[in-house]
Nanobody, 123 residues
Framework: QVRLVESGGGLVQAGRSLRLSCVASGLTFSRYSMGWFRQAPGKEREFVAAIRWSGRSTGYADSVKGRFTISRDNAKNTVYLQMNSLEPEDTAVYYC????????????????WGQGTQVTVSS
């Protein structure tokens, strides 16, 4: 049984930082590319960042480029999302997701999802 469990969300003021973690179990983590997506109330789920199974390639949405950093530790079956200079527009539920082979930006290509963690940024 595959499980992805996110943590690290919370309420922060604009300009501050948070680091999200996602721990995977039930799969060979090093064979999966990982993505972070987010969904704000009334909006569609959107791509935030992704990292190839090897960790050698990453991708970011334009809205977070330069502020967010995705990384992974295959020894710990964990993917991280370091979020700096947070803005109120970053408020959303953040989900991690896993897929085989290379990462893509469309959420419906991912095989497994976590339950999400809430990030709220106050102005």
């Amino acid at each position: 049984q595959v499980r992805l469990v996110e943590s690290g969300g919370g309420l922060v003021q604009a300009g501050r930082s948070l680091r999200l973690s996602c721990v995977a179990s039930g799969l060979t983590f090093s064979r999966y590319s990982m993505g972070w997506f987010r969904q704000a109330p009334g909006k569609e789920r959107e791509f935030v960042a992704a990292i190839r199974w090897s960790g050698r390639s990453t991708g970011y949405a334009d809205s977070v480029k330069g502020r967010f950093t995705i990384s992974r530790d295959n020894a710990k079956n964990t993917v991280y999302l370091q979020m700096n200079s947070l803005e109120p527009e970053d408020t959303a539920v953040y989900y991690c997701a896993a897929k085989t082979f290379d990462y893509v930006r469309n959420y419906d290509a991912y095989d497994y999802w976590g339950q999400g963690t809430q990030v709220t940024v106050s102005s």
